[in-house]
Every structure is written in structure tokens, then in C-alpha cells.
């Protein structure tokens, strides 16, 4: 820490608020904008939408990491207000910023890789991935296995996970507030956006079977991913 901090001290520069920064989120928000109009409009061809799809999903993957996470972190700017609408991009994408703050902030950073109160930990009875869960004669697979269920865990993470959690006001061992006022209202309304992005309006120009089939495929690439940089 001493050594970051004189580093941007002698150098005059802010740990926050660098314009490479603000440049860089508008770079990936275009390129979100761009693969999903291209998808949408421009995909011709099997080979063409599964480019475009592919590009929506690491552009949105993209997002994740490098404006969301930057926000949530309160890393992004001085002012909590442009670190709280960074961080509410995630919601935009399919995810609950408010969900994801208790579990990662709050208890994957308190309790990292501690079995029942790191959810990040969580995969049922999948994966054995601390050496407090128990072992399972299914486990002794789970590097082949798991590369295919890597790719549901986006759709549960908003089908599901952000679901779940409020409803229960719990993740893992723990009991969170559940949403009010302003926060209740980004959960619903970037659920709202998400679905009407992701579905309804391509439900509108495409048949059922390609839209189901596409959004089945950008999610598993995200969650891929997501997983193998996490991992």
C-alpha cells in the first residue's frame, strides 16, 4: 500500500477519476451497444450471429470487470455517486448490483473461500472447491464436467440466484436486508431493462426458437468466461 501510494503521490497523479478510465467504459459500453445491434440487425448468417453473440458476451463480460467491479470497489471516482451508477451498469447486464455487493463486498471479501459464507464457494454438491465441503465420488471429475456447467451460471446468477436471495433475505448462513427505495427499484427496473433487451424486443424482429437459442448461447460464453477468470 505504501509503495502504490507513493507511486501515484510522485507522479502527481489520482488514484481515481484517470479520463483512461472513464474512456475505457465508454470503449466497452459501445462495444456492447455495437455487437448487440449487429446481432439484432446485421446477423445474416449462422457464422455472422455467432460472432456477434460471441463479441456481446465478452464485451458484457468486459463490463463486468472493468466497470462494475472497478465501481462497486468505490475504485472508479471520488464521488460516490459516479462509483454507485458504475457499479449499477451490472444491473443492466442481468445481475442484481445490490445482491452482488453483500455477497462479494460484504462476504466473499470478509470470508474469502470460507464454506457457507463465501457464496462464490457455492456450488451445491458440483464441485468441491474448499476442503470443508465434503467429498463426493462425483468430484473426482469435476475438471471435465464442469467446463459445460460453467456456462449455466449466468442464467441461475439472474434467473434464480438474485431472485432467491430476495425473496429469502439470505445468502448462505448469512441474513441481509432486503431491498428498499432506490435500491428496490434499480433491482426491478435493471431486471425490467436486462429481459426487455435480452428478450422482448428480439422476440419482436426474431422467432422463439432463435432468440431462446442465442440467448442461451451469449450466456454461456459469459459464464465461461466469467468462470475461468475467476477461477
Known sequence: NARVTAHFAARGISKRDDPRLYLKGLIILAWIAGSWGVLMFGALSLPLALLAGTSLALACTGAGFS???????????????????????????????????YKHNVLHHTYANIDGFDDDI????????????????????????????????????????????FATGRVGYTTIPRPKGMELAVFLGGKLVFFTLALGVPLVFHGPFVVLAMFAFVTFVQGVVLSVVFD
Open 67 to 101: 466497470i462494475m467491479h472497478d465501481g462497486g470497489h468505490r475504485a472508479y471516482s471520488r464521488h460516490g455517486w459516479v462509483n454507485r451508477w458504475t457499479f449499477r451498469v451490472v444491473d443492466l447486464l442481468g445481475a442484481s448490483s445490490y445482491v452482488w455487493n
Open 122 to 165: 457455492d456450488t451445491s454438491v458440483f464441485a468441491r472447491l474448499s476442503p470443508a465441503q465434503p467429498r463426493r465420488a462425483l468430484h473426482r471429475f469435476q475438471h471435465l464436467y464442469m467446463w459445460p456447467l460453467y456456462g449455466l451460471i449466468m442464467p441461475k446468477w439472474f434467473l434464480y440466484d438474485d431472485w432467491m436471495t
